[in-house]
């Protein structure tokens, strides 16, 4: 049975992105399906192997300019990657997508020429992880404010406090992270980022335990305790460390719209064929009760219109044209209307939702995190009602 994604997809990219897709496609097909359940069972994160696989397929290196060892494409192939292999699993392909809108991408956006000859050939390769360190025990939404310091001493900095939420903490070789450097200067222009080995003296992290959402995805607390960099280390701008989380976030939250389609995408098809093959009453398939179709007719509504607005909007990404606005909107509309969607999803094909080899549940679960992942949708209401107010 063909995918309805792929029938809307033919519509809206060229010959050359499709390619990609159908690629990536097979490889979760062949690579990932059939051993997520495994995984999962076995509370396994992604394994070496796959993570190795992704990196032979240049996966993350997708839109990392050529000179710098990347692929050379665009935000469109990164959506379409998450697309592909969060048809099965978000959590494997979130790996590859923050590791590049999260880790690489504040390099490529924000950093000097020497960071990014540095970092970005490793990074395109999959040989090396950036993590993005924003969010903290103490703050989540607020994140402008930071409780993680870093205190000048002479030529140097000196790091203290705690990350949370580190997505591919376990695999990373560098944290990003964001520390109040300027306490009483205005909001937003308090914080500096800086580029952190995790192996540097007074770098700890543990993995987060017991999350039940992306739960092949590492996620990590990361603790610095008298960490010493130098100001080579600094992204960006002194006191400019907000500008650079908002600058990626913009990219990631794209992403994040993506995931939430990949799950519709998947939970459409599951639903469609199990409405025909499931039998009640009068020997007939659930599929002829109008309120069953409904439900599938809504999903296939969502999904088009999503794709063709996340489209759109990575169109307008690669031209540096995307307002915060618009990234937000795309990504708090995504993720609210397919997670209230697979609930329908579930309920239409009854107690067998939710055993784990079925599927929907893993969406279902995994849907939570595009709610509260790179902004609270609530939070990304504040910044979508101001041009409103005007
Ligand atoms: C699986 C996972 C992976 C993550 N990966 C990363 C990562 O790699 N790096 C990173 O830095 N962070 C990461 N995060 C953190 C994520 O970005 C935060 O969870 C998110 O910013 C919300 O912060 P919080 O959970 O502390 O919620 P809080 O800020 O405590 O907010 C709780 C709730 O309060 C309400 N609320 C808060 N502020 C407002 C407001 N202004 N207006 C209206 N309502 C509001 C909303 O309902 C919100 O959901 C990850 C989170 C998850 C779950």
Redesign the pocket.
């Known amino acids: 049975m063909a995918r309805r994604i792929d029938t809307y997809l033919a519509q809206l990219i060229d010959e050359d992105k499709l390619a990609f897709y159908e690629a990536v496609r097979d490889f979760g097909d062949s690579e990932i399906a059939p051993h997520l359940l495994q995984w999962e069972r076995d509370h396994q994160l992604v394994p070496d192997s796959c993570l190795k696989a992704m990196g032979d397929m240049g996966l993350f290196g997708l839109p990392i300019a050529e000179e710098y060892g990347g692929q050379g494409g665009d935000h469109t192939d990164l959506c379409l990657m998450g697309l592909a292999l969060g048809y099965h699993s978000q959590s494997v392909a979130i790996t590859p997508g ?1 590791a590049i809108s ?1 880790g690489a991408k504040p390099v490529q956006l924000c950093g000097t020429d020497e960071q990014k000859r540095a970092h970005l050939p490793a990074l395109a390769k999959g040989e090396r992880m950036f ?5 903290e025990p103490g ?5 402008a404010n930071p409780e993680v310091t870093a205190v000048k001493s002479g030529d140097r900095w000196v790091i203290n406090g705690e ?1 949370c ?4 903490a376990r695999w990373a070789s560098h944290v990003i992270v964001h520390a109040l450097t300027a306490p009483d200067a205005p909001n937003g222009k308090r914080s500096t980022c800086f580029i952190v080995p995790m192996d540097q003296k007074g770098v700890f992290y543990q993995e987060m335990q017991g ?1 039940k ?2 739960e092949q ?1 590492s ?1 990590g607390q990361i603790m610095f305790d008298n960490v010493e960099v130098g100001s080579d280390a600094i992204l960006g701008r002194e006191n400019d460390g907000f500008k650079v989380m908002v600058t990626t976030l913009n990219g990631g939250r794209l992403f994040i719209a993506a995931l939430a389609l990949s799950s519709l995408a998947f939970a459409l098809d599951k639903c469609r064929v199990y409405a025909e093959e499931r039998i009640q009453f009068d020997n007939k398939p659930i599929g002829r009760f109008q309120r069953v179709q409904d439900v599938i007719v809504d999903m296939d509504i969502a999904l088009e219109r999503g794709l063709t607005w996340l489209m759109h909007c990575c169109k307008l990404y690669n031209a540096d044209q995307l307002s915060r606005e618009s990234a937000a909107k795309v990504k708090v509309d995504c993720s609210r209307t397919t997670s209230e969607l697979i609930m329908l999803a579930m309920e239409i094909c009854g107690g067998v939702s939710c055993f784990d080899e079925f599927g929907l549940i893993r969406h279902h679960n995994d849907l939570f ?1 595009t709610r ?8 990304l ?2 910044l979508i009602v101001r041009p409103l107010r005007k």
């Open positions: 923050a999260l993590v993005f360190g924003l969010s703050r989540g939404s607020d994140a990350k939420w580190s997505t591919n999350k959402v992306w995805s996620t995190v509260v992942g790179e902004g609270s949708n609530f939070a209401k504040d």
